[in-house]
């Protein structure tokens, strides 16, 4: 629950929208995806400028980016209230939804500069106990030239999807939310009581930040790495830098070249070795 799902968005073709249908699009998105959080009491993260599905080179997962005015992420928020349903949930949603993140996107191959855009979904135990939530998804009506609200209903995750609550299963979800409500709450006890490393997500940051969201390192980038002391466990992980074309690597573990990341190094490349007393 505190580990955040993920979802995804390309935009691909979306972000070529006028700023109202664009501000509609993204609006129905994470309004969509932030109520089935909130009802599922997990934390997540909804991007856009990544790939949803596969298409043509182009896989689940693999960041495209998008150009973007910011003002029109930011100002998509705007419709919370008219969403959701009743000011108690209208604020519980401001309380939850975090203001959208801009990750540039590095893509030599790319003239224009591109975005990764994330929303942060943090549902805590203390604003959503006892509650269910509904929302009507914001459309831009081509006939009345203006944005309309579908009726308000509830949503949940389902796996990778977030699809609406059926009226058929409305009342076990509902009878469910008290355990949720319990895991929840459990969840943020144990992670204010000792530091929870979220690995896996860690994993795929680093990985993003490493290959622009590709399935691959760019040989021509050079890469400047700063190491401390590694724990042996560390040391079984790190077979990835070999393939990374690094330009220096800036070293501070005074056992590194016996029991460190550059005895480990030398064992599969050649390097060039500098000490501060030179």
């Known amino acids: 629950m505190i580990a955040p799902c993920h979802e995804y968005k390309s935009l691909e073709i979306a972000h070529k929208l006028e700023p109202e249908k664009l501000k509609a699009k993204v609006a129905s998105e994470v309004l969509r995806f932030a109520c089935a959080c909130m009802n599922m009491r997990t934390n997540g993260t909804i991007h856009?400028?990544?790939?949803?599905?596969?298409?043509?080179?182009?896989?689940h997962g693999e960041i495209t980016g998008v150009p973007v005015k910011k003002e029109d992420f930011v100002d998509a928020l705007d419709n919370i209230e008219r969403c959701f349903k009743g000011s108690d949930q209208q604020s519980d949603a401001r309380a939850c939804i975090r203001k959208p993140r801009f990750v540039e996107v590095v893509d030599k191959d790319s003239v224009n500069n591109t975005y990764v855009i994330e929303y942060d979904i943090v549902p805590k135990s203390s604003t959503v106990k006892d509650k269910l939530y509904s929302v009507g998804i914001p459309k831009f009506n081509e006939k009345k030239k203006k944005v309309i609200l579908e009726d308000k209903?509830?949503?949940?995750?389902?796996?990778?999807?977030?699809?609406?609550?059926?009226?058929?299963e409305l009342v076990l979800f509902i009878q469910g939310l008290k355990e949720k409500d319990a895991q929840r709450k459990e969840a943020e006890s144990s992670c204010s009581q000792s530091p929870v490393e979220y690995r896996e997500d860690q994993k795929r940051k680093l990985s993003i930040l490493l290959t622009c969201g590709k399935k691959y390192m760019d040989n021509s980038l050079r890469y400047i790495i700063v190491a401390n002391k590694l724990l042996p466990e560390h040391l079984d992980n790190i077979s990835f830098l070999i393939h990374m074309n690094p330009f220096c690597v800036f070293d501070f573990d005074p056992d590194s070249m016996t029991s460190g990341l550059c005895g480990k190094y030398k064992q599969q490349r050649a390097a060039s070795l500098h000490f501060m007393q030179d």
């Open 153 to 168: 209903v509830p949503y949940c995750r389902v796996g990778a999807n977030t699809p609406q609550i059926q009226e058929t």
């Open 48 to 59: 856009f400028g990544v790939m949803d599905k596969v298409k043509g080179r182009h896989q």
